[in-house]
Each structure stands twice: as structure tokens, then as C-alpha cells.
């Protein structure tokens, strides 16, 4: 049982009130220290910082578990971003997506509150060297929670390793639905010029303003691919100007002889022009499909290792 009662919980949600009109986030008591609340969730640590949120650990006094809440940066902060959010992730339903558990709004800080997935992130992964099994196994995991999105018709427009989160056994998890779209989507915010994604990874015609396609995370999902076979992302400009010029003309360099036997799936990811590109993550999917037995990753064992060495 959870060391607050729900008589306690109510008084600390009635403090929340009180704290939000002095302006802070209210203390509470989580086994013996003294934590921020947020409605229904402690908040234990900071895991990091973007533009318009903050992403924070939490503890869910409701589930009794753990969580990750992405709250505003500021107090009275627009909370459409996390409804629309919520509104797209919350119904794909898939072990590779990452499970969002609410939304809402507690002393005026909107927020999102989403599983917690303990293993850190495929950017942090790649602080090291990958394996070509265990990237043919990421790229399945990836592929597989990017396929509940394109069968919805829906194109994520942001797939990046910082975006694919690890559970203890190695699984990749997609997450991170705020750029999500609707196929054929023109984005009517976007200003003359405004880059839609993360340039490293975004697709030539996502640079360029064009419909939203599933094809367009084909690319990115490539460039990932790329990243974790050779030990970086294939266009690494100087600049932010190299880097978008490489990503509308530059051909990809070729990946390490050692793993030639993927060089053909990443060409078929990573083709300028999206109708000689993999179409969408089902295509992904068959083509692993189809690779020899002896580079397809092998079930968890006793060790929870899912792939073979």
C-alpha cells in the first residue's frame, strides 16, 4: 500500500490549489522526502528539458507505479499540445509504442503523463557501438510501433533514436507523438522556412513542405538505421545549412564491409525520392522478413538478451 492514504492525497491536492496561487509547485511527503506534487503525481527527478515542457520522473500515487510526466514550462501554459497528444497516442495500443496514461491540468501547469520505460534512450545506446543483430533488432521494434501509426493513417514526422525508448530486455519503444499528422497533412503552422522535425533525421520532402507521407519516417527510420550500423548518422554537416543540404542531395555514404549484408535495406530506406523509397513500415517489416535467418535476432532468454552475438 502507498505510504499516503487518500485522505492525505486529498489534502496535498488542496495544498496543490493553494501553491498554485503563490505560484510554485506544492511539497509532499514520498518515503521520507519532501517531493513536488503534480494532481495525482509525485515528482521525484528531472529527466530532461525541451523548448515548451519539461520531462519528469514521477510516481503515480493512483497506478501505484512509476511514470513520466511532460509538464509545461510555464504555469497557464496552452494544454492542446499534450490533448493532441494524447489524442493520437493514446489508442495505438502496441508493446512497441510507448503507453500514454493521461492528461490534464493541476494548479494550471497542463501536462502528460505517459509509462516509464526504464532503459533509457537508443541516443544514449549509441554512445557506444551497436551490433548488427541488435540493431536489425531495433530497427524490427521501431518498424513495428511505426506500423500501428501508417495502418491509422497517421505519419509521425519526428523518428530519432532520442524518440525510441529501451526497456530492460533491449526492446525499442516509440514515443513522442507531438509532431504526429494525418497522411496527405500540410502542417497550416508551419511558417515559410520552418524546419519540421529533427534535421539530422527528417526526410528531403518533409524539408520541403510536402503532404505528410509514411514514407517520410521510412527515411528517418533509416537514417536511425544507418546511425546504429556505421557509428553515426550518415550526413554530419558542420552546419545546420550542410546538414539540409546534404539531406536534399547528398547520397548516403556506404555502410562498414562488415555489415554490407544491410547496405541494400538501407538504400531502400534512405532514397531521395520518396516513390523509390520503402513505402511505409510494413514494407520495413517484410523486408527484415526476408533477410537470412542468421541475421534476424533471436527470442529473450533466461539472460534477457533478445539478440544473437
Known sequence: MHPLSATQAGRERLADRHAAAAGSLPPAQLQGQVRPVLGDFHLLRQLGQGRRSVAWLAHDMLRDAPA?????????????????EFGIGSDLRHPNVVALLEHGSAGGMPYLAM???????????????MGQAEAL??????????????RRG??????????????????????????????????????????VGTPRYV???????????PAADIYSLGVVLHHMLAGSPPFRGQTLMEVLSQQLVAVAPRLPESRAALQPLCDAMLAKEPRER????????ARIAMLQTDLLPVPAGPSGKRWSL
Not at 530497427?139 to 500501428?148: H, P, V
Not at 505519419?155 to 533491449?170: I, M, Q, S
Open 137 to 150: 533488432a531495433c530497427l524490427r521494434d521501431a518498424a513495428a510501433g511505426l506500423a500501428q501509426l501508417h
Open 203 to 213: 526526410a528531403p520532402e518533409q524539408l520541403q513542405g510536402a503532404p505528410a507521407r
Open 68 to 84: 513520466v510526466l511532460k509538464v509545461a514550462q510555464r504555469r497557464g501554459a496552452d494544454g492542446s499540445p499534450f490533448a493532441r
Open 278 to 285: 520503402l513505402p511505409n513500415a510494413d514494407a520495413v517489416l
Open 115 to 129: 509509462e516509464y520505460i526504464g532503459g533509457g534512450d537508443l541516443a544514449q545506446r549509441l554512445q557506444q557501438s
Open 154 to 195: 497517421l505519419v509521425h514526422r519526428d523518428v530519432k533514436p532520442a524518440n525510441l525508448l529501451l526497456r530492460a530486455d533491449g526492446s525499442a519503444v516509440l514515443a513522442d507523438f507531438g509532431l504526429a499528422v494525418a497522411v496527405g497533412s500540410v502542417d497550416p503552422a508551419a511558417q515559410p522556412g520552418a524546419i
